[in-house]
T-cell receptor, first 115, second 111 residues
């Protein structure tokens, strides 16, 4: 197992287009998290899943954003009608609760640029 | 709501010297976890050290140690014998179900 992976690593899109990112967590990790990180800031929580159930969504997650984890393994984050303010690094993390003592393992991120 | 504050946007330290990064947080909970994460340039976030709030003993991991003051809600990171590979953004973080991060401190190591 090589850790959390995210695809694509970079995405450039025009304003108004839809984009979808994928996250593959560490095998058997039951929790999966999405964060957004803008330049010079710390990551901000967006949403998280326990297996396939989405348990919490941040108010940052407007109705243009949707996340799924259909079989409790990989997850997708879709942004519809992208805006320039959506430009950021989107980070995925996973953990095995309660065994991992709350340590989250992060992926390399997907950098989104909206032009 | 829980908040995490890092008041030092940037710091520099001479190689082989010791540096301390500051962090304060706010919570009404009594049991929680605190973390320091490291994010090297263009590389992914990795955990440096973890502290359980119910433990009075400060956590240590090799050259990294924390000074956890629960009553003061303070959680500083000390890096001893600084190395060039320690250059990175360091984020202090508080955990309930999700992680709440501070804005980070960029650490420069001077050769």
């Amino acid at each position: 197992d090589t850790g959390v992976s995210q695809n694509p690593r970079h995405k450039i899109t025009k304003r108004g287009q839809n984009v979808t990112f994928r996250c593959d967590p560490i095998s058997e990790h039951n929790r999966l998290y999405w964060y957004r990180q803008t330049l010079g800031q710390g990551p901000e929580f967006l949403t998280y899943f326990q297996n396939e159930a989405q348990l919490e969504k941040s108010r940052l997650l407007s109705d243009r954003f949707s996340a799924e984890r259909p079989k409790g393994s990989f997850s997708t984050l879709e942004i519809q009608r992208t805006e320039q303010g959506d430009s950021a690094m989107y980070l995925c993390a996973s953990s095995l609760e309660p065994i991992s003592s709350y340590e989250q393992y992060f992926g390399p991120g997907t950098r989104l640029t909206v032009t | 709501a829980q908040t995490v504050t890092q008041s030092q946007p940037e710091m520099s330290v001479q190689e082989a010297e010791t540096v301390t990064l500051s962090c304060t947080y706010d919570t009404s909970e009594s049991d929680y976890y605190l973390f320091w994460y490291k994010q090297p340039p263009s590389r992914q976030m990795i955990l440096v050290i973890r502290q359980e709030a119910y433990k009075q003993q400060n956590a240590t991991e090799n050259r990294f140690s924390v000074n956890f003051q629960k009553a003061a809600k303070s959680f500083s990171l000390k890096i001893s014998d600084s190395q060039l590979g320690d250059a990175a953004m360091y984020f202090c973080a508080y955990r309930d179900d999700k992680i709440i991060f501070g804005k980070g401190t960029r650490l420069h190591i001077l050769p």
